[in-house]
Every structure is written in C-alpha cells, then in structure tokens.
C-alpha cells in the first residue's frame, strides 16, 4: 500500500513537472516568437525554413494549433510551431499581403490567447488591409489583455475613426474613455495624441463643442499651426460659417499646408451638395457632402504628419 501510495505521489509530481517544464518552453518560445516588431527582423527574400515538425496549413493557420493537451504533451515543437507562424506573418507582410498575416497573427491568438501582443499585431494587420471591422475586433479585445501598451490604445481610436456609417453614442463613449486614458497615461506626447483625437472625433461625429475644445487644447500645447488649421476648417463648415472657411483656406497657404490639402479644400467649399445642404438633413443624417470635408481636414492632418516625419529623417541623416 506504501509503494502504491508513493508510486501515486512519484507520477503525480512527474506530471506536474511535465507542466512546469511545458510552460516553461512554450513561454520562451512565445516570447522569441513575439518579442520583436516587424522591420526590427532582417527583410528575408524567401520563407525561412520551418521549425516545427508539426504541419501548418497555411489556407487556415489557426487548424494547425494543437490543444492544449497536446501542446503540454510536446511543448518543444509547439514553442517551434510560434516561431514558425510568426515567420510566416513577417513574410506575409514582407510581400504586402497584410490580410494573410492577420491570419497567421490569429492562430497566434489561438495558441497565446492571455496576451495582448498577437491581438494588437492582427488589428494592426486587418487595418492595414482595409478589413476595419475586423480590426476593430481584433483592437477591442487587446485592451482587455495582459500586456496592453498604449500604442494599442491609440490605434483602437485610430480603426474606430474609420469605421464606416455613424457612430453610435456608446461607441463615442468608448472612443472617449480610451482618448481620457491616453491622455492621463501618456504624458506629453499622450496629450498632444489626446488632443488631436478630439478634433478627430470631433470631426468624424459632427460635434463642433468636442472640435473646439480639441483645437483649444492643441493650441495650449502650441501644436503646429497647419494641423490647427485642418480642424478650423472643419469646425467653420460644421458651424456653417463658409466665409470663415474661406479664409482658413488662404490662412492655410501660409501656415505649410500642402498644395493638394489645399486644393482639396478649395474643392470641398465649392461643392454643390455644401451649398445645397449646408447643415444637417431633416432626419438627423449628416448632409451628403460632410463625409469628404471632413477627410479633407484629416488629409490635411496626415500629409502634415508625413512631412514631419521626413524633415526628422533628414535631421537624423
């Protein structure tokens, strides 16, 4: 009976260090996997060979992730099994075919499900892709995991600001609660972001009071002027002041703006639809021609945001 009892206890604490030692290897493994960012990774022309014996199907990545119990049974191969489907993410992305990635990051998901990582990186991923409901999805979800950074919470803003239609007043409210965190939790350069996401939902729900207060807050933050300028404008067709806009568009000529920004502007304010509807419909839809102006102002703040971008590449060069 001793024997039986201590053959008990000897094959239970095998087992458990069989777990131990599982988890141990396919948390390293996972790390490996995960740990660096596309572009941090040296460009490889082809597939790199695989690691794991274990077969992938590459028509749907996340079939090829084994249980649980199996991946405790043979952690080696299932840590070999990560690193080869983040291998195949990277290529993917390498070859522009970003939707495939997603893919491969979702079987990530799959086998890692605790971790924010595979779920930021398949948002970011379907974003690229132009699949935003998807990505939404995928952002939503990362800010409920272990791990969250906050680029993840600035990109789940960003995806919401895409999605098609109208938002709906929770979706705002979700939107809002995430710009709050960013702000408390990002210093400096959190405000700033904070700021700026003001304007854009501001611009995106058709809210002058959240775009004035967004282009205050930039203005005490001393924000360059040509992106104050995008969201002035767009503030000044919202409250349907089209002299006021006019004049942005030639303020706009001095301030940086880029030629095709401006042009587009111009554009915008001789439009048909604006003077045809300048104001919300009569069932409470924003008027036909909003959706452009307001992509025109967002235009505006990205072309700026490039060219930032390039005159710090040429600093550092």
């Keep these: 009976m001793q024997h039986k009892h201590w053959a008990t206890t000897r094959d239970f604490g095998c087992a458990a260090a069989r777990r131990a030692f599982a988890v141990c290897v396919f948390a390293t493994c996972a790390q490996a996997a995960l740990a660096q960012e596309p572009g941090e990774r040296p460009i490889a022309v082809e597939l790199p060979a695989q690691l794991s014996s274990l077969s992938i199907d590459d028509r749907d990545p996340a079939r090829s992730v084994p249980s649980a119990s199996e991946a405790e049974r043979n952690p080696l191969q299932m840590g070999y099994l990560l690193m080869d489907l983040s291998d195949r993410a990277e290529h993917a992305i390498e070859l522009g075919d970003h939707a495939k990635a997603a893919e491969y990051y979702r079987a990530l998901i799959k086998a890692v499900p605790e971790r924010a990582i595979s779920y930021s990186r398949a ?3 379907h974003e690229a892709a132009g699949q935003v409901g998807e990505a939404i999805e995928m952002c939503r979800i990362a800010l409920g995991k272990s791990g969250v950074k906050l680029e993840d919470h600035t990109r789940f803003v960003r995806v919401m600001l895409r999605k098609e239609g109208a938002l709906t007043p929770a979706e705002i409210a979700d939107i809002d609660a995430v710009i709050q965190r960013i702000r408390a939790e990002g210093g400096d350069a959190g405000k700033r972001v904070a700021a700026a996401f003001d ?8 809210d ?8 205050a807050s930039l ?11 995008a969201y002035q404008w767009a503030l000044a067709l919202m409250e349907k002041d089209l ?3 006019n004049a942005i568009v030639a ?3 001095q301030v940086g703006v880029p030629q095709s920004a401006i042009e587009a502007m111009q554009s ?3 439009s048909p639809s604006l003077h045809e509807q300048l104001g919300v419909t009569a069932d409470g839809e924003l008027p036909s021609w909003w959706p452009a102006a307001a992509m025109v102002a967002l235009l505006i703040v990205v072309a700026m945001a490039v060219l930032r971008r390039r005159e710090q590449a040429r600093h550092r060069a």
């Design 123 to 125: 948002c970011r991923e």
């Design 199 to 206: 304007c854009d939902l501001g611009v995106r729900s058709h």
């Design 208 to 215: 002058p009071a959240r775009t004035r207060a967004g282009i």
């Design 219 to 229: 203005e005490r933050l001393e924000q360059p002027a040509a992106q104050i300028v």
């Design 243 to 245: 002299e006021r806009a």
């Design 251 to 253: 303020e706009a000529k």
């Design 268 to 270: 915008a304010l001789v």
